[in-house]
């Protein structure tokens, strides 16, 4: 994994963009487990809403909570017709539970993607960030705004008419990824009135432990996720003298329960071979199986952590296809 890691050709515009967002999230990260937020939300490059339709979609934003700043950023496709159904995609968003927002540059650029190649209608879900609000804060967020979603269906603005909230999918990267997890579990008990969860799309998922994995420590050089910074979102994200086992972190570790009974969609589990992360979130898909889930598991070798945000790469080419076919693949046996 090192040797491979030493030879990765990136475009220099990546490794900018890569060398920068590393730095600023060291700079803003200080010892005391606080953030510098006036200068991360400095080095936060935003992206306006598309009130105009731009290379086929439409935004819209939705606020929820103010006083919790709980909003969403909805997507989508301006197909032509109007007759086929779209599938509903609910995005929780990465960053170490610590930073971004749906209006982030790259987060943004990435739905859109999401919203016109699947095709779908994407939800984008800004939450609470840590450390200023800890566990389970992100949690409580996302699943208001699911059942927010599910009670609001038809009076949300951007909506088409032919978004099936029968074909709704939950989907997260690293943080986000985490956090899909456990909204799957928090809807095992409660009954939607018009959502449908058919399928999760977790895309290299933030899951850890008190245990260092190989892969953590063979990558420690790799792009954006080495183990200093990944300890330090934990640190910023749980409750104050919680370790890496607590459930929320590792999910099939020492003190997580049993999710055998606990109704759990299809799984699409994406990850990269040079993100150090990958062993914990292999074991996230082991889990799952051993669980006697249905699941399933692409791996791009050549990709680090966050690849999928960048286009001019290969392997992000690849992940969106994957997810497509994963998303049409659910839908066509929910349809059958």
């Known amino acids: 994994m090192s040797d491979a890691l030493s030879s990765l050709r990136l475009p220099w515009k990546v490794k ?9 999230t ?18 936060d490059f935003k992206s306006p809403l598309l009130k105009k339709p731009k290379n ?18 909805l997507y989508t496709p301006t197909i032509e017709s109007t007759s086929e159904s779209l599938p509903l995609i609910v995005y929780f968003h990465g960053g170490g539970f610590v930073y971004m927002a ?28 840590a450390p200023e609000h800890r566990y389970p ?21 951007g909506f088409p008419p032919n978004v099936d909230f029968k074909r709704c999918f939950l989907a997260g990267d690293s943080a986000g990824g985490n956090i ?45 996720s080495t183990y200093d910074r990944t300890d330090w979102y934990w640190k910023a994200f749980l409750p104050e003298g919680c370790d890496r ?12 329960t049993d999710i055998s009974n606990v109704r759990y969609p299809a799984t699409k589990v994406l990850v990269g071979g040079l993100d150090p992360l990958i062993d914990w979130q292999k074991r996230y898909y082991e889990g ?38 994963f998303v049409g693949e659910q839908c066509l046996k929910r349809s059958s």
């Open 56 to 73: 086929g979609v439409k935004s819209f934003d939705t606020t929820v909570d103010s006083s919790r700043n709980l909003w969403f950023r």
């Open 245 to 256: 086992d607590h459930p929320s972190v590792n999910v099939f570790g020492p003190n997580a």
């Open 102 to 129: 749906p209006d982030s540059k790259l987060l943004d650029e990435l739905c859109q993607r999401l919203a016109r190649e699947i095709p779908a209608v994407v939800i984008s879900v800004n939450y609470r960030l």
């Open 26 to 43: 060291d700079i803003c990260c200080r010892s005391d487990v606080s953030v510098n937020r006036f200068l991360a939300n400095l080095l």
């Open 288 to 325: 799952l199986k051993k669980s006697g889930k249905e699941a399933y598991l692409s791996e791009y070798p050549n990709a680090f952590h966050s690849f999928y945000g960048f286009p001019e790469l290969a392997e992000s080419n690849l992940f969106i296809k994957d997810v497509r076919d």
């Open 180 to 224: 899909a997890h456990h909204m799957i579990l928090k809807s095992a008990d409660h009954e939607y009135r018009e959502l449908e969860i058919i399928g999760l799309i977790s895309i290299q998922p933030f899951f850890g432990g008190e245990e260092r994995l190989e892969s953590e420590i063979k990558l420690i050089k790799a792009p954006l």
């Open 16 to 24: 900018i963009i890569l060398t920068a967002i590393a730095l600023g």
């Open 137 to 157: 804060c992100q949690y409580e967020d996302a699943f208001d705004l699911l059942k927010f979603i599910d009670y609001n269906a038809s009076a949300i603005e």
